[in-house]
């Protein structure tokens, strides 16, 4: 099977939704994972939310029909994050 990678990125300060920074499939979605993994930024696998977001072009905004399930993606990263963080803390 093929991997497939989409990143998507949100400043509340400039975007009205998240946005897709970079999609891919087989090698380039091997590299979009590589560089997320160099950058410690978390990852989340979902098959059927990176085929929906694999049709949005670069630089666009998630619809509004994904806006649910990519905050209940983004609220759990960021506890994560939080929770990881936290445990890295000296």
Request: glycine share 4%.
């Amino acid at each position: 099977m093929m991997k497939k990678a989409v990143a998507l990125g949100y400043d509340p300060e400039l975007d009205i939704a998240p946005r897709v920074l970079a999609k891919g499939e087989g090698k380039l979605a091997e590299k979009i994972i590589a560089i997320a993994k160099e950058e410690s930024i978390p990852l989340y696998s979902s098959p059927d939310l990176v085929a929906s977001l694999l049709k949005i072009d670069l630089d666009a905004n998630i619809p509004p029909e994904l806006y649910q399930v990519v905050a209940q993606v983004l609220a759990l990263v960021y506890r994560l994050d939080r929770e990881y963080g936290a445990r890295r803390s000296p």
